[in-house]
């Protein structure tokens, strides 16, 4: 049971704020509001009434009332983002004491838990621009496309975005191994796959191995091989209330997490050789996943059969070219070296990853602009 006594939903900031304040003294309440605030990833303040420090009701990202704290915090600053909470569900005052204290919302636990979870994160984290999310898709085996996954995390991540890179393919061997952390402590895929509903972005992110200035979500070496639908929806709407830049890794086949990723992608990258039977299998791949995304283009990668350029290649899968992905000599010596994929920031590929980075932007309410090449009419967003 919820109740609303205002019109408007929950202050929402920008960026992480630390977690909301709670003020009780039920001990069972309390165990309740603090386990609801560890599955939104969020640590809370606890008074036995307003804090009586300057500041510490008012600047609160939220404040967690228990109806048996209510008389305590009669006298407190009006604000937003008030709610009353408690488990009696046949408190005959509740409504009295909301007014007395101006809150927004009157909750009973249980009933509440999943909606005041999403509030909970929410306020603690900030919802503000989410993520330009990226994957990458090969037209076919060996077609470099977590090589170019890799470079676009790695440019982004120099450039000063926040940024994550999942491996959305647990047959790929695991993306960390491009970047050279193989055996960097942090979570992977098999800690989350039973995810469901909501987890915490900043939670995420802290769990995560941090490589080259960015958070990688990978694969172990001998692990399950499936991502279910709801944990793909769990990761990647975390990673996305993040901000920043998400690049994910896709395999060519689609099965329930695949389809998962690709709904919440604002782009595709499709990574296609230039050669008839590579842009044959790519046009079965576009077609997959173009069930799901609506925006898919081209990036080319020579050398090219003989009448073949990136412009024929993209005009073949009727899909707008984003570019042509640049040979790099050394690259495999330079990952020996420790030097990732885009880690050197005068080689081609990380040029290449940064124009599309300079070139992309996120706009609210009208999705992707991404300088292109002109391609066929009817090729995607422009």
Same mark, same amino acid.
């Given at each position: 049971?919820?109740?609303?006594?205002?019109?408007?939903?929950?202050?929402?900031?920008?960026?992480?704020?630390?977690?909301?304040?709670?003020?009780?003294?039920?001990?069972?309440?309390?165990?309740?509001?603090?386990?609801?605030?560890?599955?939104?990833?969020?640590?809370?303040?606890?008074?036995?009434?307003?804090?009586?420090?300057?500041?510490?009701?008012?600047?609160?990202?939220?404040?967690?009332?228990?109806?048996?704290?209510?008389?305590?915090? /009669?006298?407190?600053?009006?604000?937003?983002?008030?709610?009353? $909470?408690?488990?009696?569900?046949?408190?005959?005052?509740?409504?009295?004491?909301?007014?007395?204290?101006?809150?927004?919302? $009157?909750?009973?636990?249980?009933?509440?838990?999943?909606?005041?979870?999403?509030?909970?994160?929410?306020?603690?984290?900030?919802?503000?621009?989410?993520?330009?999310?990226?994957?990458?898709?090969?037209?076919? =085996?060996?077609?470099?496309?977590?090589?170019?996954?890799?470079?676009?995390?790695?440019?982004?991540a120099r450039s000063g975005r926040r940024t994550m890179l999942?491996?959305?393919?647990?047959?790929?061997?695991?993306?960390?191994?491009?970047?050279?952390?193989?055996?960097?402590?942090?979570?992977?895929?098999?800690?989350?796959?039973?995810?469901? =509903?909501?987890?915490?972005?900043?939670?995420?992110?802290?769990?995560?191995?941090?490589?080259?200035?960015?958070?990688?979500?990978?694969?172990?070496?001998?692990?399950?091989?499936?991502?279910?639908?709801?944990?793909?929806?769990? $990761?990647?709407?975390?990673?996305?209330?993040?901000?920043?830049?998400?690049?994910?890794?896709?395999? /060519?086949?689609?099965?329930?997490?695949?389809?998962?990723?690709?709904?919440?992608?604002?782009?595709?990258?499709?990574? $296609?050789?230039?050669?008839?039977?590579?842009?044959?299998?790519?046009?079965?791949?576009?077609?997959?996943?173009?069930?799901?995304?609506?925006?898919?283009?081209?990036?080319?990668?020579?050398?090219?059969?003989?009448?073949?350029? =990136?412009?024929?290649?993209?005009?073949?899968?009727?899909?707008?070219?984003? =570019?042509?992905?640049?040979?790099?000599?050394?690259?495999?010596?330079?990952?020996?070296?420790?030097?990732?994929?885009?880690?050197?920031?005068?080689?081609?590929?990380?040029?290449?990853?940064?124009?599309?980075?300079?070139?992309?932007?996120?706009?609210?309410?009208?999705?992707?602009?991404?300088?292109?090449?002109?391609?066929?009419?009817?090729?995607?967003?422009?």
């Amino acid at each position: 049971m919820a109740g609303s006594l205002a019109r408007e939903g929950l202050p929402i900031a920008e960026g992480r704020r630390g977690g909301p304040l709670i003020v009780t003294e039920d001990v069972e309440l309390l165990d309740d509001l603090l386990r609801l605030c560890a599955a939104a990833g969020a640590e809370p303040e606890v008074h036995h009434g307003p804090p009586e420090r300057r500041g510490g009701w008012e600047q609160a990202p939220m404040v967690l009332v228990g109806d048996d704290a209510a008389a305590r915090c /009669r006298g407190a600053a009006r604000r937003r983002g008030v709610l009353l $909470v408690g488990r009696d569900q046949d408190d005959p005052d509740v409504w009295r004491k909301a007014v007395e204290i101006g809150a927004e919302y $009157v909750l009973r636990l249980p009933d509440s838990e999943n909606w005041l979870v999403d509030q909970i994160a929410n306020a603690s984290e900030g919802v503000g621009r989410p993520a330009l999310t990226v994957g990458v898709i090969g037209g076919r =085996g060996g077609s470099g496309a977590s090589t170019l996954a890799c470079s676009l995390a790695v440019t982004a991540a120099r450039s000063g975005r926040r940024t994550m890179l999942i491996d959305g393919d647990p047959l790929g061997g695991g993306i960390d191994v491009l970047l050279g952390g193989e055996r960097a402590e942090g979570m992977r895929w098999p800690d989350f796959v039973h995810s469901k =509903g909501r987890l915490g972005g900043g939670a995420l992110e802290d769990s995560l191995p941090a490589l080259h200035g960015l958070r990688v979500l990978s694969w172990g070496r001998d692990d399950e091989v499936v991502i279910p639908a709801q944990a793909m929806q769990a $990761v990647l709407a975390a990673a996305r209330r993040l901000g920043g830049a998400v690049v994910v890794d896709l395999p /060519r086949r689609v099965d329930g997490g695949v389809a998962e990723a690709l709904a919440q992608l604002d782009l595709g990258l499709l990574v $296609v050789p230039g050669e008839l039977r590579a842009v044959a299998a790519a046009k079965r791949v576009a077609a997959m996943a173009g069930m799901v995304l609506d925006d898919i283009r081209v990036v080319a990668r020579g050398p090219y059969a003989a009448g073949l350029d =990136g412009q024929w290649v993209a005009q073949a899968l009727g899909l707008p070219l984003v =570019g042509e992905l640049p040979l790099e000599s050394g690259l495999l010596a330079a990952q020996d070296g420790g030097v990732p994929p885009g880690g050197g920031a005068r080689g081609p590929l990380a040029r290449f990853c940064e124009a599309f980075w300079d070139r992309a932007d996120v706009r609210y309410g009208s999705g992707l602009t991404v300088g292109t090449t002109t391609g066929p009419a009817g090729g995607g967003r422009s």
